[in-house]
């Protein structure tokens, strides 16, 4: 087992990764004995309910199973869990347990940063995703009709718990939408692990354990580092080191909320937004047309989509880009790649290479 720490002085947490990690309750026991609440989705409930309710000794009546799918990161569930909260008389020093992947740790995130003005909660990731991306950091919150993620709250989980012996019950589409936030790491800040990744994706896509504990371990190593810099992406405006976790986002985003969160996976419509970065990027001239390629090829090799949904055009592109977060004083800002590795936030673009872009890509 391997254990990084999110240095954040009084709300520092462990994340610890490898197999066999569900049958370790000495691994939570910095967390304490109290009521504790699990919220779970219906499909990791199938596989891992049995060894986790052991885990945590919990009873039926501690135990929430909700829908499974995007949709869940609502506010109507929101309003759901705090109700059964409420019902099941879950006091301010209990704690949440999010079991799952981004969909359930979002927002049971969610629920622990608001319910009785909040309490703690656990991250036990069971998608790839979730294991290299959502369940570090602390961003947590549901979607709206008009866009992604624009309910939500920074709260930090009081440990991770990444048992990577269960991404074996993954089906593959999961897979891959895990591997394009992967991916991103390469891109925006480890060239060298981009290069890993062009050489290890086989072994990654066979979920070889040396290969996907490295790309896990390495995910979440970046990801801690730069939350330890910029919790709450707040440096330099919004324009500081986690702003660069976003890179491909604002087009991911701008795909998942014209699909209304039904038809692409978040990991999906994030292949398609690297690809567009890295396109945009060399269109700038900042970053050589060839390692622009090389992004789009490695993605293309996982099976990946690097083409936005058909039917959506370039005037859906700008609608929904206009309200991303990152917006400010009215001016959109993007992730962009200088080179391979070294990722910039800039509102300070050629607006004629992001429509070239857009043609490019849309329809
Ligand atoms: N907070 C963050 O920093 C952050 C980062 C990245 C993504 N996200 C969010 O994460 C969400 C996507 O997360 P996701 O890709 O994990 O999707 P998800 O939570 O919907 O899980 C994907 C599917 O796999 C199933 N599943 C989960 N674990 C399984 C397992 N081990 N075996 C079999 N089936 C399993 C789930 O039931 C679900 O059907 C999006 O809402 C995205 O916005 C958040
Ligand atoms: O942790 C972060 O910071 C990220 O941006 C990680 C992203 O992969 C993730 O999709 C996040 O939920 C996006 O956040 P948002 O602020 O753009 O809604
Ligand atoms: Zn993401």
Not at 225 to 241: K, N, Y
Not at 248 to 270: D, I, N, P, R, S
Request: with cysteine.
């Amino acid at each position: 087992m391997d254990t990084l720490d999110v240095d954040l002085g009084q709300r520092s947490y462990p994340i610890h990764i490898g197999t066999g990690l569900l049958s370790r309750p000495e691994l939570l026991t910095s967390i304490g004995r109290r009521p504790m609440r699990l919220v779970t989705d219906a499909h990791v409930a199938e596989h891992y309910l049995t060894p986790v309710r052991e885990l945590l000794s919990l009873d039926d009546e501690q135990i929430l199973v909700l829908p499974a799918g995007e949709t869940t990161k609502s506010m109507a569930t929101v309003d759901q869990v705090m109700d059964w909260l409420l019902a099941s008389r879950l006091p301010r020093d209990g704690m949440l347990v999010a079991l799952g992947g981004g969909v359930i740790g979002d927002l049971v995130g969610f629920c622990a940063a608001i319910y009785q003005r909040g309490v703690d909660f656990v991250q036990i990731p069971t998608t790839l995703l979730a294991q290299v991306d959502s369940s570090v950091g602390g961003k947590t919150g549901v979607n709206h009709a008009r866009g992604k993620n624009m309910i939500g709250a920074f709260h930090q989980p009081r440990l991770v718990l990444a048992d990577t012996g269960t991404l074996a019950t993954l089906p593959q589409r999961e897979k891959l939408a895990g591997i394009a936030e992967v991916i991103k790491y390469g891109m925006l800040g480890d060239a060298a692990f981009f290069a890993w990744l062009e050489r290890n994706m086989s072994a990654l896509l066979a979920l070889d354990d040396e290969a996907v504990r490295y790309a896990v371990y390495r995910s979440c190593e970046m990801k801690a580092e730069i939350v330890a810099l910029d919790e709450r992406e707040s440096v330099d405006g919004g324009a500081g080191p986690r702003a660069l976790l976003n890179l491909g986002h604002t087009f991911a985003h701008a795909v998942e909320t014209y699909t209304h969160y039904t038809e692409w996976l978040h990991g999906e419509a994030v292949a398609v937004g690297l690809c567009m970065a890295a396109d945009l990027s060399a269109r700038l001239g900042w970053l050589a047309g060839r390692d622009a390629d090389r992004c789009i090829a490695l993605v293309a090799s996982t099976g990946l989509p690097t083409r936005p949904p058909q039917g959506m055009r370039v005037d859906d592109f700008r609608t929904l880009m206009s309200l991303d977060k990152k917006v400010a004083s009215g001016k959109l800002r993007l992730i962009l790649l200088r080179s391979l590795g070294d990722a910039v936030v800039s509102a300070d673009f050629d607006s004629q290479a992001l429509d070239a872009t857009l043609r490019h890509f849309g329809a």
